[in-house]
């Protein structure tokens, strides 16, 4: 007989509830303030509505260090092929958005 999953649709289960923890974690708390102030706000409010196969490329993404991750978010620096993937899209624009928003609340 097959199981049924009696949760209420869209209810998070306990391990994608711990993987984003661990995720916005790690995307707080950098040690380089710029890619706090971008990956932070995003681990948070993107994130958790990211399928799992793109918390995996995000998770590649912040495995990276952390000059080479800001220069390629920013585009400083050319992004190797294999981190040039919607999920660094989505980063770049949630960075637009968010400077942006940030700057005409004249806080950047």
Wanted: hydrophobic fraction near 40%; glycine fraction near 6%.
């Amino acid at each position: 007989m097959a199981e049924i999953d009696a949760r209420p649709e869209g209810e998070m289960t306990q391990d994608r509830k711990q993987r984003l923890g661990r995720i916005q974690f790690r995307s707080w708390r950098r040690g380089f303030r710029e890619a706090d102030m971008v990956l932070g706000p995003f681990s948070d409010q993107v994130a958790p509505t990211l399928t799992d196969a793109e918390l995996d490329l995000f998770e590649r993404l912040i495995e990276e260090e952390d000059q080479w991750l800001y220069g390629w978010i920013i585009e400083r620096e050319p992004t190797p092929p294999e981190f040039e993937t919607p999920v660094m899209a989505k980063v770049r624009a949630f960075m637009r958005a968010h400077v942006a928003a940030e700057v005409s609340k004249g806080i950047g």
